[in-house]
């Protein structure tokens, strides 16, 4: 017998959904660009040139709307309104907030949750193929919710904190 899959409570996805869609694709697209930008290589920039995607986590009921542009000689993610007349997405990926975690874990494949239909696609089969194969090649660092934890944030600022106190002291402010 299969788990059910994890699913955030209807009344979080009933605040998430009342918050304004922009200022999230911009969040979501400096992570993104973060995290992937520089490792995609040209041939896939220009694929996705112009293509709209969206994003969208069907429990939180939020969609994130973005694109990939080179306009200033280096290729980045940029977000999109999705009230704009153009903004019928060329590629949309959906999935509840936990199986987008445990996909950025490595903890589950794509694949396997596509014929769980616990991921979807939706549009240009041959840019979400793209898309797919173009994520599972490039190495990446597992991500650790744990990293956010209140008491390793406040390590990690502590720890800053402190060696900008040692480094004035040596320089004599």
Not at 36 to 45: P, R, S
Not at 90 to 118: G, M, N, Y
């Amino acid at each position: 017998m299969q788990a059910t899959p994890l699913t955030l409570p209807k009344p979080v996805g009933d605040v998430f959904s009342r918050l304004p869609a922009y200022p999230g694709s911009l969040l979501f697209v400096t992570a993104l660009n973060l995290a992937l930008a520089k490792q995609l290589g040209d041939d896939v920039g220009a694929m996705l040139k112009g293509k709209r995607l969206r994003l969208c986590v069907t429990d939180a009921r939020v969609a994130f709307d973005f694109a990939w542009t080179n306009d200033r000689g280096t290729g980045r993610f940029v977000a999109r309104h999705a009230s704009k007349p153009d903004a019928v997405p060329d590629l949309t990926i959906s999935a509840s907030a936990h199986d987008f975690v445990l996909l950025a874990q490595r903890k589950e494949d794509p694949d396997t949750l596509f014929f769980s239909r616990r991921l979807a696609m939706e549009g240009d089969t041959e840019l979400g193929l793209m898309v797919k194969n173009t994520i599972d090649a490039i190495e990446l660092p597992v991500f650790d919710p744990q990293q956010f934890a209140p008491v390793k944030v406040l390590g990690r600022l502590r720890e800053r904190v402190l060696s900008r106190v040692v480094m004035a002291r040596k320089h004599g402010g």
